[in-house]
């Protein structure tokens, strides 16, 4: 950890000038989080194999079905409120007794709301999704699940616990990994034991976190100011998950519909390493920096800084563009220089275009309507584009739909940012 902290604490002396309290504590909570986040992703990752390896292709397929709809369904039980409630917490630190006693029912009342009316519907609705009853049912349980996990995740992160936060990714991956293997080995192979295994280590990790939101919780919930406050702030919020997932998955979609599913495969092998680095890493940074920039007063200073990193991009793209190479030889896949030259500039792009979205998100209600507004308009102006390019150029048109949907709404959002920062203390 030390060595990291002085690699980070080099590298901003270097381009930066001397770092103040702040910019060390940022840099230090980013070393801790970093590092849970990349043990956990290993113990992931060995999840994900094991499970793919012992069911076989039909059941671990069904898992992959179950996760992916609690990937949907989280969203209305979570109504957008855990990112308020990291804004808040993080802002405005003497109200965290009102927040959390705010946020937290407020989060159970969505969650019992929206678990009781997709279990009624279920049979109704499963068709729609091409699932069984049972798989949709096991979708709604571990949504649940992951629910109660990113409510105390998250409110150690607007607490700046990052320690903890980093610790329940590690538990929770550890656990996942530990109990289906034993449960493996016990009773056998079975996919509602990888499921269970999920759930329970949803829950096993949350016991890092309830001490403390024990501690600050109240006797009187759910304060009629702070509910207005989050729901303003959640609602915006969660157009940007939906947004965002429509950006992400629909260039996929698209590529099936006018093409094939060999085509998805290609793209999907060329994206994966570029796709999957760039996500994490900006996950990392994004779980340090949206509350540190929440509660800083100096949000000009920030994006200049923020402004400052992009010169290191070129850097960036050389590095994927070898990692993009490796990976292609490893699937086995004839090289193609037009694809191995795009999809990391593609990542390039995604790169600011995030970065100024949570920063927009951490000025406040103001902040997050840009967000939304940005990443909606990326969505739309992806789907538009890849409907047109994609019969005409296929796969690289789909590449260049995705660059031009982050890199149009990035520049508006920029000149955006400016105005808002302009009148800071008038709307925060």
Sequence with gaps: MNFVMV???WFYRKFFGEPNERVERFIKNLGYFAIGFIIAKVFSLGFQIYAGRVLGPALYGDLSLIIALSGLFFIPMLFGIDTAMVKYLSSERREKKRIISTGIPMIAIFTILSFVVLWLLGDFIAPFFSVSSEIFFLGIALALGYTIWITFKDTSQGLLQIKKNALMEIIWAFSSFAIMFVAFLLYGAGMFYAFLALFIAYIISCFVMLPEIIRNMRKKYIESLWAKR????GVFSILVMVSAAVLINMDKIFIKIFLDSEAV???????LMTTMVTLSLLTIFATVFFPESSMNEN???ILKKLWKTFKFLPIYYFGMLAVQYVVILLYGYPINFVYLLIFP???CVMVPFTMHNWFAASIGQS???LSSYAILSAAIINISLNIY???MFGITGAVTSTIIAYFVPNIALMHKLNNVLKTLPSIV
């Design 345 to 347: 500039l593609a990542a």
């Design 299 to 301: 949000k000009r200073g």
């Design 230 to 233: 989050l729901l303003r702030y």
């Design 265 to 271: 495969g290609i793209y999907k092998a060329y994206s």
């Design 367 to 369: 902040g997050i309507k």
């Design 389 to 391: 390019l994609i019969p």
């Design 7 to 9: 690699l980070f604490l």
